[in-house]
């Protein structure tokens, strides 16, 4: 976490391996992390900041996005040309 004023970190979130993006629903402010190595997306409760799941998806999660409408995340799976759908 980064204090926006200060640009400090506050704390960190352990996630997996290699984890290399965010993406937030911010009204039910949870935050899904790919973790590149592990194949699995961390599912991050921002009020508590803990991983609350790890999902596994395709080889290779590198990226991430959420549609607020729905709550629906969706991560790029580059090793295997597919995208995983999470749906909260």
Not at 62 to 74: C, F, I
């Amino acid at each position: 976490m980064i204090e926006a004023e200060t640009l400090t970190v506050t704390d960190t979130i352990a996630a997996g391996r290699s984890p290399h993006d965010v993406a937030v629903d911010p009204s039910t402010r949870t935050a899904f992390v790919p973790n590149a190595d592990d194949g699995t997306v961390s599912v991050i409760d921002l009020e508590t900041l803990t991983v609350t799941d790890t999902l596994r998806v395709g080889k290779q999660p590198y990226g991430a996005t959420v549609d607020p409408n729905n709550h629906t995340a969706y991560v790029v799976n580059v090793a295997d040309d597919s995208v995983s759908v999470i749906e909260r």
